[in-house]
């Protein structure tokens, strides 16, 4: 008898011990994921998401003015809505007249974030990028920047607003870019994926983990990568095939060698934020992919050289969902301000 309750013991002891061995090595893979999945990704800095300042608001205004287009039809947020997270949907834009563009609307949310604006990085900030819709015959069509000061100038709303921002009331285009770039860069929102990269393990759930597990695993995040996911590095679109072969047409655009004028950058973009890309169809440079599903796909094919899995493929799918704020959640006030109460974008 007593050597049997022995037996039992040690048998207990060691099923424990197993059991132990197996939720450390549990730990350990939590912890690994974690730790190398902060080596790439940065969460949204805690204060960025609270800021709210009169040259922010001064910047919403005047990404909502329509007379900032040649014939006051078409404002920024005509492309960029921030109820529609900063896109506007279509393959291409539409800008005045119904003229269009040959590029996707990027999104204007987490474009802080990235090392130059558009998707050859022809622009070196968001200051210098606002010229370029402005004066872009397909976009708003001015003749030049003195249009839109001049026509700012007329406004004693406007002239006050300049004078609450800037103590004096003198329209200028560089307070003009200035305002509408910091507006720009209070477009961030807040998921649990922050949490998680803050440390909170448990603010993924197990599917999510095991998108980003694959995502590190294949190597998309050392190119995803930063606050935003992306707009960190520039990189060649189709490293293991012709992306043309892969979408199906022939699309004219030599990516940022139209910038460099180098060989080299043929191909090459602005590698794009993945924040909040389950609302961001169509996706690609030319918009020419609708569903994420194929994007993701098409990713591996010409990006790391692999087939994707279809349960590969949809557990990438909800790791980028837990990236991207539920547009439930996506609150905006009546001025077209997003606004960044972290509890409603907990996500
Ligand atoms: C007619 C539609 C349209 C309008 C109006 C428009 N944009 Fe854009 N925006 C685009 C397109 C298309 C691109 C991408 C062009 C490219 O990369 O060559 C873009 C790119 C951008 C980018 C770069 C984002 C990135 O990922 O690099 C920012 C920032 C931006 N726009 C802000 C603005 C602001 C500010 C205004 C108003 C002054 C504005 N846009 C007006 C269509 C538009
Ligand atoms: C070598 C760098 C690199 C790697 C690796 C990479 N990507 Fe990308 N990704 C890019 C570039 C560059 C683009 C923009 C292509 C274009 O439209 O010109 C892009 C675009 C995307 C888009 C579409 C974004 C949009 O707004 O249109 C998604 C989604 C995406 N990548 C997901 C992934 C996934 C998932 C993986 C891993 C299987 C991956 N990427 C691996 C560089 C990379």
């Not at 004096?168 to 994926?193: C, F, G």
């Not at 994007?295 to 837990?322: D, N, T």
Request: proline share 4%; aromatic share 8%.
């Amino acid at each position: 008898m007593r050597k049997m309750l022995w037996y039992a013991a040690l048998w207990v002891l060691a099923l424990s011990a197993c059991t132990r061995g197996g939720r450390d090595e549990a730990v350990g893979e939590e912890q690994r994921l974690y730790e190398q999945a902060r080596t790439y990704l940065f969460p949204l800095p805690a204060t960025d998401s609270l800021r709210d300042t009169a040259m922010e608001r001064l910047g919403a205004r005047l990404y909502e003015e329509k007379a900032l287009s040649l014939d006051s039809t078409v404002s920024c947020a005509t492309c960029h809505p921030v109820a529609h997270y900063g896109v506007d949907g279509k393959p291409v834009s539409e800008g005045i007249m119904g003229r269009r563009g040959t590029r996707n609307a990027p999104t204007t949310f987490f474009s802080g974030y990235y090392l130059a604006q558009f998707w050859d990085g022809r622009a070196k900030d968001l200051e210098h990028q606002v010229t370029g819709p402005l004066t872009n015959p397909n976009e708003m069509g001015l003749p030049d920047t003195n249009r839109a000061v001049s026509r700012l100038r007329r406004s004693v709303s406007y002239r006050r607003h300049f004078l609450r921002v800037f103590g004096d009331s003198v329209v200028t285009y560089s307070r003009l870019a200035n305002a509408i770039a910091a507006y720009e860069r209070s477009l961030v929102t807040e998921t649990r994926l922050d949490a998680y990269l803050r440390g909170d393990l448990d603010a993924l759930g197990p599917d999510e983990k095991a998108g980003l597990r694959i995502m590190l695993d294949k190597g998309c995040i050392p190119c995803h990568s930063g606050t935003a996911m992306g707009g960190a590095l520039y990189q060649k679109f189709g490293i293991f095939d012709d992306y043309r072969r892969q979408l199906g047409h022939v699309v004219q655009d030599s990516g940022r060698m139209a910038v460099t004028g180098l060989e080299q950058d043929r191909d090459v973009y602005k590698v794009p934020s993945l924040r909040n890309i389950v609302h961001t169809a169509p996706y690609f440079h030319d918009g020419s992919v609708s569903r994420l599903e194929d994007a993701i796909r098409i990713m591996g094919r010409l990006q790391v050289g692999m087939e994707l899995s279809g349960k590969e493929v949809r557990l990438i799918r909800r790791f980028l969902e837990a990236a991207s704020v539920p547009s439930d959640s996506l609150s905006v006030d009546e001025n077209g301000r997003l606004l960044r109460d972290r509890g409603a974008l907990g996500g």
